[in-house]
């Protein structure tokens, strides 16, 4: 958990590898595994993803995706914070413009050297 402890004043450099064209990383935070239906059913995360990867697949889509899912599988807003970030490697192509930063949910699309 990030927060509780202050972070160390150096911290290690840990390689994890490179995301390949058409790969994509997916992180987010408790409140979406956790966030429950009115019958009390965790939301079914896994299955979400593997159903958005058979689609056409982009970071903005995929988090627009998981939020709509997440959405009608609590009926509404959870219970707790919920946030996504998903990274995607594509082919090079034209940097789209900036956000204005107030969505309520958006995502970035980078270029993953």
Known sequence: PLGPFPLPTDLPVR???????????????????????PSGRFFPLVDTLCSIANGPFTARTAASDIQAALLA??????????????????PSRTVPPQSTGREPWSAAEPSVQ
Request: charged share 20%.
């Open 15 to 37: 390689h994890c590898g490179r995301l390949l064209p058409g790969q994509a990383l997916v992180l987010h935070t408790d409140g979406v595994e956790d966030a429950r239906d």
């Open 73 to 90: 599988h609590s009926q509404g807003p959870p219970g707790d914070d919920a946030a996504v970030l998903v990274l995607c490697s594509e």
